[in-house]
């Protein structure tokens, strides 16, 4: 079955320091794995997503994930901080059957002036 | 409108109470999903319809009743709550649900107080 890890509920950076946050995943098939960000009082938006092909992916916001499968991997990481980052992070990975995602429990990113 | 709407925004009700809860996706898709997200826990998916059929049910108690009557529009229907089920209501679309690399696009969520 599949699942999804993220290690940290809560990361703080500085303002222009580099962003990671972990994401491990579970998968008994090739996975296909999303990152989503939610600010306060929003629903869920895209960042980025892994499909098939290159497994460094860019996405919305100058944000990055890198999919490593020896590593079952799916960090997501940011050069520089800028305030506006400060939001929930989810990592996401799609079910066997194609009909939903299952999402990890959420990092919380605090970046401070 | 655009995207994914939710109303209402905010929502209080007692046990024993009726309410819905409405979703509505302004972008042509064909699948639309309810996911609960609760305080420090993962977002849980509750149903999920395909072209106004359902195609999952997470185990879900039947106070939980969802309807999906084009599709565009999607509810969840309310009754004899208890307070364990206050928690943010997402709803969310996709262009297929048979197509797992299909984004999701979410609404706002509706708010519920269970009191």
């Known amino acids: 079955a599949q699942s999804v890890t993220q290690l940290g509920s809560h990361v703080s950076v500085s303002e222009g320091a580099l962003v990671l946050l972990r994401c491990n995943y579970s998968s008994s098939v090739p996975p296909y794995l999303f990152w989503y960000v939610q600010y306060p009082n929003q629903g869920l938006q895209l960042l980025l997503k892994?499909?098939?092909?290159?497994?460094l992916v860019k996405g919305i916001n100058g944000f990055e994930a890198e999919f490593k499968k020896s590593e079952t991997s799916f960090h997501l990481t940011k050069p520089s901080a800028h305030m506006s980052d400060a939001a929930e992070y989810f990592c996401a990975v799609s079910n066997q059957a194609g009909t939903a995602l299952i999402f990890g429990k959420g990092t919380t990113l605090s970046v401070s002036s | 409108e655009t995207g994914v709407t939710q109303t209402p925004r905010h929502l209080v009700m007692g046990m024993t109470n009726k309410k819905s809860l409405k979703c509505e996706q302004h972008l042509g898709h064909n699948a639309m999903y309810w996911y609960k997200q609760s305080a420090k826990k993962p977002l849980e998916l509750m149903f999920v319809y395909s072209l106004e059929e359902r195609v999952e049910n997470n185990s879900v108690p039947s106070r939980f009743s969802p309807e999906c009557p084009n599709s565009s529009h999607l509810f969840l229907h309310l009754h004899t709550l208890q307070p364990e089920d206050s928690a943010l209501y997402l709803c969310a679309s996709s262009q297929d649900s048979g197509l797992s690399y299909n984004e999701q696009f979410f609404g706002p969520g509706t708010r519920l107080t269970v009191l």
């Open positions: 892994y499909t098939t092909g290159a497994t």
